[in-house]
């Protein structure tokens, strides 16, 4: 009974090692087809983000230009409402009685004078910015329609190459959807895991040539051994990736021919 207990739970190993291996190879293709793909997603993703920040930018300066306007259209009323005191002061002036209001209501208009310029300056000033504001927007328009056009190229491109893969992609998804409820979750979990930190997204190897087949790294003999018996997950103490006899997932390891040995001369005898 124990033996055959035994059998049950190295047959399992052996079964989520080979499951493991298959979905190993699934997503090794996936991620095969996104590479056919290319940069194209993360540049039409770029474009996006670019066009966006365009846009921001035009209406901001569309934004700004309202502003400008508002406040020139204050400063012009300003210098209306100065242009009537200065004309009321003169009435005064020619009422005054003494040289002590005279001098009060010259300054007065002095004063309203000097606060005319300035209105004026702001207002050349403001002009000048909204100029240089629908400038930059006639800019950044160009810019913006360029990005578009550029965008809706690489989208088709994109389209075109994601339409060609996409029933191939969705049938190995598929199949790697259904290959995963077969493995238990601590160890589906794991392998992720160690797929996600691998820089080929290998998580899982076979052993080739007394080595690792993630990081090359030499295996010891009892090590292989281990490996070799199916009883238990056992990972690459470097890598850390899961590694699998190639004979029990169907691969066949390269035999390596021992080196010859050299032919001994034979003495001549006289």
Do not use: W
């Not at 403001?126 to 100029?131: G, M, N, P, S, Y």
Request: glycine share 4%; with cysteine.
């Amino acid at each position: 009974m124990a033996t055959e207990k035994k059998n049950d739970k190295e047959r399992s190993v052996e079964e989520r090692l080979q499951s493991l291996f298959q979905l190993q190879t699934y997503l090794s293709e996936i991620d095969r087809i996104k590479i056919l793909r290319g940069e194209l997603p993360n540049e039409v993703k770029d474009l996006e983000d670019e066009i966006i920040r365009y846009q921001t930018r035009i209406q901001k300066h569309k934004d700004e230009i309202e502003e400008l306007k508002a406040f020139v259209v204050r400063k012009k009323d300003e210098i209306i409402e100065r242009k009537d005191k200065i004309a009321r002061y003169d009435d005064q002036i020619n009422n005054v009685r003494n040289n002590r209001e005279f001098a009060f209501l010259e300054k007065e208009k002095e004063f309203e004078g000097l606060e005319i310029e300035l209105a004026e300056k702001n207002i050349r000033e403001a002009l000048e910015k909204q100029q240089q504001k629908t400038a930059d927007i006639a800019r950044a328009e160009e810019e913006l329609a360029d990005n578009e056009h550029i965008l809706v190229e690489k989208r088709k491109e994109l389209e075109d190459i994601v339409n060609e893969t996409r029933l191939e992609e969705e049938n190995i998804r598929a199949k790697a959807k259904e290959l995963e409820t077969k493995i238990d979750d601590y160890t589906l979990a794991a392998f992720k895991r160690i797929r996600k930190n691998a820089r080929n997204g290998l998580g899982i190897v076979t052993v080739q040539r007394s080595a690792c087949g993630g990081c090359f790294n030499r295996i010891p003999p009892q090590r292989q051994l281990e490996i070799k018996m199916h009883k238990k997950v056992i990972v690459c103490e470097y890598c850390g990736r899961i590694m699998v006899d190639g004979a029990l997932v169907g691969i066949e390891q390269p035999v390596v021919e021992a080196p010859a040995k050299p032919k001994r001369k034979l003495k001549s005898s006289l």
